[in-house]
């Protein structure tokens, strides 16, 4: 057993029912770490480009990391990793909650499920062992509900991590949800889909205690009673006010999205802000395990016609994709719409991302209301965009194309709605637009699962944060390009050490100038190693190409590495970034002379060489 | 009969072998003048986005214009519209020699020909008169030796347009040649395919001597009086060197392509510009009909693997493509290439194109010497190159691939294949490089017939030449984006008036300031018209904004207003311009707002109707 892990990862193949044990050595350990680092090398090994996303070659991955059920500060996240039905190559996602930790307390590192079972089950986890269960009577229910009715039946103390409807109906933009009405979401790349596509409804994990050795245990104690107080203090707005913190601020500098990306301001912003939710719909903070900022909040509709909403509140980018992208500035119907997205496991950025190109095809006249059912999909009806909802989750109507993803329905649909659709790779674009922060653009056109915010989490560094660490002592500006390129290889290094160590960006906050030192204290702490700073990044490093070169092995090229035309070509006009383009072309070949990738964007032979992937 | 139109176009069916006569109003040549405007308007009522262009539903046109079989200088060519083969889109083409000029002599102003032959056929006109006449056993000739054998037949005093074998064998990069060994070529868009598609091998023209209508005749002679030694001053450098004329200055800039786009230098250019061309090939100088410039050339190879090697001499276009883009630096290679691609009918730069696409994918690995054939495709490889037009043209091996266009060619190969085919709407670039020049990005992004240098001609005006009558008193600075969207719209606008005159470019080096002036003068002193600049101007947006909108009912939307990657993305790192790439989504959004043109590319409504288009 190494510190850090308790040496337990779980294959399931799900055609033959059969369980297994599987222990990495710690030579792939050091090398991958965890999350989706160690995701990524399995997915390579095992899947390639004839995988059918949803066929029962595919394999999903459930990650935790070595400082995961430890007491380390906001490392209790876990990772999935999966060949993803939306893009056709690399997919990952990654949620908070209880359910990572709670895992690892389980004596669980993580889970590697295969094939198809032939009914629906769930997988249940006690103390070590895991067992597979008739889900029969599950199917078809809410993933709220769900975790209801499972702790009728199993008692309280377990956590749930499942599927809705809409991973139920292999809707490709699915999530994979957990804790219940806390409404943690693993949102991105239709992992819901592939879940349900082998017919798992849920992983059930009956909370233990067994805690992962450590190494070090005084030494780390020392360190987070240090830092706890610390990162407390430096993330207070974000504790107060949640993630949709300052989201006047973001609309001012024109970085959120507006009526499906065409415009640069959103006038009634306040009306959706943290702030304003805190005023109206708050009811309490959430943390996740683990954690010491408590970003989560929970909110209730007392009256009116979302009474009724109970539960998770919707994060930033769930007000800006549901919200301003279809220029909704109601901020209970907000709250119905990420409950309903909750309860039937959709992803709330790629469900805004439907109905905002939607709405301005319906507009447009290129879809009708009777392709929608009826439903007069105006600009601001929340009422229509939330039946939309229910109509992507059971694929009715037109929702049925919408939920193959805006790419795969715009194609169908056919001319102009191509011009519509805002993704990269497939992935839409969640609530940040890189006209706004330049660097963006560039993480948006390499992330590996496609547009990603969090792989680079670049846009905090662009009038924003800093980082002496890696070299940026101060903040740059938003509207150059010069230096972008090595800020985001850098940065996508570091972020996936963060998905691989599965812990919370926002840490980043706290730790401020000393992230990265602080971190890798914590994990040689923990596991006992000896990594110096400079051997971290480069595992982040070795990671990014990881999950290129599998990308490759799809192949995606640099035709993939590409921006919608309305980011690059469309000016917005209003706003705090109205008359802002980014040049991506000219990033791009930057990027890929500092990552030693060839202007295919491929790896070199040296680079694989030097990060020993080959 | 209006002044400077013999009021006869043919319409030719050669399905049921109908000719008949057409006329067109006042008012329709007011609009639209002839040659490609003429033709737009034609090939916009007549297909549609189901057209297929190798079927006999689409409509090959020959147009000229009022000012060709005058003795207007420079104003005697013809211009062949229709649906493209290789872009599926708006196609056309246009071609000097004798031909426009003396077809207008013949007493025809312009030949529409829909359906298909069941047997090859050919057109014979001799004074206003046409007649299908049987080419059973003309086909297969290659279209120096068809010159040679019609003259047998028929008499010397014949001009020819013709196809050779590729245009024969639908190779989707066939050319209409004409004038025999002068090998005058409309070459661009596959124009030769649609012509082999309806069986008709040439379009043989009697020389006559009738002349159009001319309402003001003395003041006509005197304004050409005045300015024909000026223009032949004005452009003495190109009628003493040629095409290719400053061929090391270009190189020097970085605006020659080189390695297939990705070198930005070519050490041994001395060896192929048009001084050498002159010190060692060159025969005589060539004019075409009412040409008082003399830009081209003959020449000779007398010994050596090429000796044989006789007429036309390559251009700037195939020394670049077929040249420096292939690594080669033969001059007398490049002379029996040109010759090979005028004999077979291929456009020179669609074949430089495929070739160097090919030397590259070979060198990768993507295309082995086994798929080739058994050539060995290196880069300089002469020998090779001049291989490949043969099996290009004839279809073999790999061959028959590279004839369907680059873009099908990378579509069909796959994989990174695609990477490395450098075009806009499926027709390769010519060998002007937008690195070098930025205004020529926007011009081949918006060029209704894909990557066209002679659409916008913008990089004369980028560290060349001005034009204070668009509001151009000093050429741009190359390596800006400010002003460039207005410079290529107004130049565009100008080009389709050469176009629908159809009038040689080269003339603008020799009327400088007066350009436009003194091509309304000429035009109303034809026509007995009072056309203002402003009119004139008009006439041109509108048949651009005609061509844009039979591309948007084929389906092109701005996805198709782009560039290849390697262009937007790769620096070359050598040369005058290696550090330099464009950004081409600032320009295309303040090209369309200045067209008006909606975000997508689409022409407003208003627009259309302020060009009276609907």
């Not at 893009?87 to 990654?94: M, S």
């Not at 309280?156 to 009405?181: H, Q, S, W, Y």
């Not at 979302?306 to 907000?334: F, H, K, Q, W």
């Not at 009422?383 to 795969?408: N, Q, S």
Request: aromatic residues 8%; neutral net charge.
């Amino acid at each position: 057993m190494i510190g850090g892990y308790m040496g337990r990862f779980l294959r399931v193949d799900l055609t033959t029912q059969q369980i297994s044990n599987q222990a990495f050595s710690e030579e792939v350990l050091k090398k991958f770490i965890g999350g989706s680092g160690l995701g990524a090398k399995i997915l390579f090994e095992e899947t390639n480009e004839t995988t059918n996303p949803l066929g029962p070659e595919n394999v999903l991955i459930f990650m935790t990391g070595p400082l995961v059920g430890t007491n380390v500060p906001n490392f209790g996240r876990y990772q999935v990793v999966t060949k993803s039905p939306l893009t056709g190559a690399y997919g990952e996602a990654n949620s908070g909650g209880t359910w990572g930790t709670m895992l690892k307390r389980a004596g669980i590192d993580g889970i590697i499920i295969t094939g198809k079972s032939s009914s629906p089950v769930y997988l249940y986890i006690e103390n070590k062992k895991a067992e597979i269960r008739d889900a029969s009577n599950y199917w078809g229910e809410d993933t709220y509900d769900l975790d209801l009715k499972l702790k009728e039946e199993l008692g309280n103390d377990i956590v749930t991590c499942c599927i809705g409807p809409a991973g139920e109906n292999l809707v490709r933009i699915a999530a994979i949800m957990n804790d219940g009405k806390d409404g943690r979401a693993a949102g991105r790349c239709g992992v819901g889909a592939v879940m349900g596509s082998k017919n798992l409804k849920a992983i059930v994990v009956k909370k233990g205690n067994l805690r992962p050795p450590i190494v070090e245990p005084e030494k780390l104690k020392e360190s987070i009673r240090n830092w706890a107080g610390k990162i407390r203090k430096n993330t207070e707005l974000l504790s107060d006010y949640g993630t949709a913190v300052g989201l006047e601020t973001v609309e001012a500098i024109g970085d959120l999205p507006v009526k499906n990306w065409t415009e640069g301001s959103f006038p009634s912003v306040e009306k959706v802000s943290g702030e304003m939710l805190k005023k109206t719909l708050f009811v309490k903070k959430y943390h996740c395990a683990q954690c010491v900022i408590g970003c989560g909040r929970e909110v209730k509709v007392e009256s009116g016609p979302y009474r009724g909403v109970e539960g998770a509140a919707p994060e930033y980018e769930t007000i800006g994709m549901l919200g301003s992208n279809c220029l909704i500035d109601d901020l209970e119907a907000i709250a119905k719409a990420n409950e309903l997205c909750n309860r039937y496991g959709l992803d709330t950025i790629s469900t805004g991302a439907a109905i905002s190109f939607a709405m301005e095809a319906y507009e447009r006249g290129i879809i009708t209301e009777r392709q929608l059912g009826g439903i007069q999909l105006d600009w601001g009806n929340a009422e229509a965009m939330i039946k939309m909802i229910h109509k992507i989750a059971v694929r009715e109507d037109l929702g049925y194309l919408l939920g193959e993803g805006t790419r795969r329905a715009a194609e169908k649909i056919g001319g102009l709605a191509q011009e519509l659709v805002v993704h990269v790779k497939g992935l839409d674009l969640p609530a940040h637009d890189p006209r706004a922060k330049y660097s963006n653009a560039l993480a948006y056109a390499t992330s590996a699962r496609g547009a990603c915010h969090l792989n680079a989490f670049s846009y905090e560094f662009e009038d924003g944060i800093s980082m002496a660490e890696l070299g940026y002592p101060e903040t740059l500006d938003r509207f150059t390009i010069r230096g972008k390129a090595q800020l985001v290889a850098k940065l996508q290094d570091l972020m996936a050490l963060f998905d691989s160590l599965t812990g919370c960006k926002f840490i980043i906050f706290g730790l401020g100038d000393e992230t990265i030192k602080t971190i890798v204290e914590w994990l040689n702490l923990v596991t006992g190693w000896h990594i110096t700073r400079e051997e971290f990044l480069e595992i982040g490093a070795r990671i990014v190409n990881l999950k290129k070169v599998y990308n490759v092995k799809c192949g995606l090229t640099r035709k993939d590495d590409v921006l919608p035309y309305r980011i690059l070509s469309h000016k917005r006009g209003t706003g705090g970034a109205g008359d802002n383009l980014p040049h991506l072309g000219e990033m791009l070949g930057q990027y890929y002379e500092y990552r030693g990738w060839d202007e295919f964007g491929i790896p070199r032979e040296e680079t694989l060489k030097k990060y020993e992937i080959i």
